[in-house]
């Protein structure tokens, strides 16, 4: 079973910075699809960056240019650069993770780690 442990939320304001991560035990992260999703009280969650085994990556329209993704397969790691932070940032961010063959996209993911807070103030 693979555990995620994100870290790295937090309180900024408008404007500020961000990088959240994601620590995969167990399992390599080499083998995963993995992405950052968000979300708040009594809104579903929403997807906010993906990054695939081949390299390539998606973000969602709302964080393109502002959000990077980024992994790190020494450290086992994922993150999350987030810059140019906006009020409407603030969520719950949680890290997920699928067995993702080369090149494919994954419809869902299998594990999810616990989530890290990000809150924006204006």
């Known amino acids: 079973q693979v555990q995620l442990v994100e870290s790295g939320g937090g309180s900024v304001q408008a404007g500020g910075s961000l990088r959240p991560s994601c620590t995969a035990t167990r399992y390599a992260v080499s083998r995963f699809c993995m992405g950052w999703f968000r979300q708040v009280p009594g809104k579903g969650r929403e997807g906010v960056a993906q990054?695939?085994?081949?390299?390539?990556?998606s973000y969602a329209d709302s964080v393109a240019g502002r959000f990077t993704i980024t992994k790190d397969n020494g450290k086992n790691t994922l993150y999350l650069q987030m810059n140019s932070l906006k009020p409407e940032d603030t969520a719950m961010y949680y890290c997920a993770a699928v067995d993702c063959n080369y090149g494919s996209r994954p419809l869902s993911f299998t594990y999810w780690g616990q989530g890290t807070q990000v809150t924006v103030s204006s």
């Open positions: 990054l695939f085994t081949d390299g390539s990556w």
